[in-house]
């Protein structure tokens, strides 16, 4: 772990004093006294005392979440709760910034802080720090990858029909500034009947000799569909052994649904960009994500704001372009949430206390569940597919006669039962089992569901 890195505002001052310009050029231990930064495990926060955590009891795991026993939580992935243990680190660092703001440097502790937080995400993902940039969002990191790749008119990114509008309105935009080609294919036309071989033949034909990249989502959550995302990053390395580096395609991966409910290491993925929020199924805080790429990549992607990193200022006091690792070069600059993004570690500390295997499986057993049941509904359509190689934890279904909002508001009403419609023209009914549902409640959602008649 670095050390602490504390700088007073001469020290960063472009016409500032040699002492400060010799500290930074030395490296990351400056001449500054350093700073008593609060490490987030040992705080003490204004919080009541969270219940005991034991990690091999569902229960107690539910336990650590404030959610409301009125409900039983299947939308609870889409703006998550916080654990006691991530909400008592927010609360401590919110407290100190409050009280004693001078203790984190103008915010410059995020040098040391936000390290700590990419060294906990890059061990729980199997990669390394210097390869995770953080983000404050998904929609974030697409935005930093689609807007920095070094495209030339002409040139062409492949995507599907069925991403996010995130994804969409990030190639739209390099489009309608740069004159890069976007190309739509559907890799499935019914969702349920969707077939790994299928989706593999259908995106490597829509490449072509312009490709330059795969712009593609891991789970798609208007109709939670999973890709074998494994099995194209294999296709598209094999066409790539053919071609020149700079012709090679890059394979980018909006990765939010499935990071921290598969059970894989992301190197393993065959991706070359990973983008990610940590406030979904992670479970972790608030306007916190990252991007993970391979060097590789990393070097294919411009820089499109600024960081603040000791590469970066260093490069800005010497006049040279900064150089340093890209996670830090491209993790952007500026204030941010700290005490969300300095819980992070926390958050990463919870879900491996659980076992990223146990919660894998957890997740994937209630999912089942749900989809058998579902399926033995004669006014039910299931919509995802039943395979688990082609699902994860999102379940998607329409019900005769009614809206998806219709559905989701009588199953709150009625039932107690919180779910959403998907956000897309065509919209379904969404369930998200996770580890603050239980198998007894997946049979409460059946039942209710086959009482809307």
């Not at 499986?361 to 597919?385: F, I, M």
């Amino acid at each position: 772990m670095p050390e602490s890195t504390g700088m007073n505002q001469s020290q960063l001052s472009r016409s500032g004093g040699p002492v400060g310009r010799r500290a930074l050029l030395r490296g990351a231990t400056l001449a500054a006294p350093a700073m008593a930064l609060l490490p987030p495990a040992t705080a003490t926060a204004a919080t009541a005392t969270p219940p005991r955590f034991n990690p091999h009891d569902w229960r107690s795991v539910r336990n650590q979440f404030l959610l409301t026993r009125q409900h039983a939580h299947f939308a609870a992935f889409m703006l998550a709760s916080h654990p006691a243990s991530v909400r008592t680190a927010i609360t401590a660092v919110r407290n100190q910034l409050d009280t004693y703001p001078e203790r984190y440097q103008m915010g410059l502790a995020d040098i040391e802080l936000g390290a700590r937080a990419r060294a906990a995400l890059a061990d729980y993902i199997g990669a390394a720090p210097a390869e995770i940039a953080l983000t404050d969002s998904t929609t974030m990191g697409i935005g930093l990858v689609y807007a920095g790749l070094r495209l030339r008119p002409g040139d062409e990114v492949v995507t599907t029909t069925h991403e996010f509008y995130s994804t969409y309105e990030a190639l739209r935009l390099r489009r309608e500034s740069d004159g890069v080609v976007v190309r739509e294919v559907a890799p499935y036309d019914d969702p349920a009947a969707a077939r790994a071989e299928v989706m593999v033949a259908r995106l490597l034909g829509a490449v072509t000799p312009r490709t330059r990249v795969l712009a593609m989502t891991w789970v798609h959550s208007s109709t939670g569909v999973k890709l074998p995302v494994r099995r194209i990053a294999e296709a598209i390395a094999e066409l790539n052994s053919r071609r020149n580096v700079e012709e090679r395609i890059l394979v980018c991966l909006d990765a939010v649904h499935g990071f921290a409910v598969e059970d894989i290491d992301v190197p393993a993925l065959g991706v070359d960009f990973f983008m990610t929020a940590t406030h979904k199924w992670l479970f972790g805080p608030r306007g916190t994500g990252f991007v993970w790429g391979r060097p590789e990549a990393w070097a294919r992607l411009r820089t499109t704001i600024p960081s603040f990193s000791i590469p970066a200022f260093v490069g800005w006091l010497t006049g040279q372009p900064p150089l340093g690792a890209p996670g830090d070069l491209h993790s952007p600059g500026g204030y941010h949430s700290f005490e969300q993004r300095w819980a992070l570690p926390e958050a990463v500390a919870f879900h491996r206390a659980v076992g990223r295997d146990r919660i894998a499986a957890y997740t994937h057993a209630q999912a089942r569940q749900l989809k058998e049941g579902l399926a033995q509904l004669s006014h039910v359509r299931l919509v995802t597919p039943r395979s688990p190689e082609l699902s994860s934890g999102i379940v998607c279904c329409a019900i005769d006669g009614l809206s998806a909002e219709e559905v989701v508001t009588r199953l709150r009403d009625r039932h107690r039962i919180l779910a959403g419609a998907t956000p897309y023209r065509q919209s379904y009914v969404r369930f998200g089992p996770s580890l603050v549902t239980s198998p007894q409640e997946v049979t409460r959602v059946v039942r209710a569901v086959a009482a809307l008649r």
